[in-house]
């Protein structure tokens, strides 16, 4: 019904031409994904790049020590400095997703009716965070053009979520990147808020 063909072309295609489509942020490579596959690693996927979201902010502390002594209380703190990142990095996202949400309902609220479609957008912005898995070689692989590669990698990111939004709801260009802005300006919010309150974000 969204793309008005006959069939979708992709389900002759191998899983692979697929993913490079989609890292391609090709619309009808998301669409195949969203509707004729039945994908269940949402929730995982959603877990796995917060963790290296708060593992690359972990390392970025300005105070980290290289004490290695494994008795020491000051490793145990870092763990918990990990820990409060990885909480930090879910009420960011959740934020996010939370502007998104507001914007869409707010700007086509006949889109987002009933319960289904909020969950199918959901998954659909869960899924395309999976650029924030290239975090793992950027950490890896450090080199003086890091900050740079993490602006690629967002930029990346909130492509894909363009992409997803506009895919899930059959929406055009404009408003997809409007609900965009405005889960960003929230997510800033949060960041703004828990600077205020003295933590390292």
């Known amino acids: 019904k969204s793309c008005q063909k006959p069939v979708d072309k992709y389900i ?3 899983p692979v031409i697929i993913l490079i489509n989609a890292v391609l942020c090709k619309a009808q490579a998301y669409r195949h994904i969203l509707f004729n596959t039945k994908i269940n690693i949402h929730g995982k996927l959603c877990v796995f790049c917060l963790l ?5 902010r972990w390392l970025q502390l ?3 020590s290289q004490n290695t002594d494994p008795d020491d209380l000051i490793r145990y703190a870092k763990e918990w400095d990990f820990y409060r990142m990885f909480g930090i990095a879910s009420l960011e996202q959740t934020s996010f997703f939370i502007g998104i949400f507001i914007t869409l309902w707010w700007m086509t609220p006949e889109m987002l009716k009933r319960k289904s479609d909020f969950i199918l ?5 869960l899924l395309s965070t999976y650029g924030k ?7 890896i692989w450090e080199h003086d053009y ?3 590669c993490l602006a690629f990698i967002k930029v990346f990111v909130l492509i894909s979520n363009s992409q997803a939004i506009r895919v899930t ?3 055009n260009r404009i408003l997809p990147w409007f609900a965009i802005f405005f889960g960003l300006i929230l997510e800033n919010g949060v ?4 600077q205020k309150m003295g933590w390292d974000v």
């Open 191 to 194: 960041v703004c808020l828990f």
């Open 169 to 171: 709801l059959n929406l």
């Open 62 to 64: 300005q105070d980290s």
């Open 133 to 139: 898995l290239l975090l793992i070689p950027a950490v």
């Open 146 to 148: 890091t900050p740079l």
């Open 52 to 56: 290296c979201e708060a593992y690359l």
């Open 121 to 125: 957008l959901l998954k659909a912005l």
């Open 12 to 14: 002759e295609y191998d």
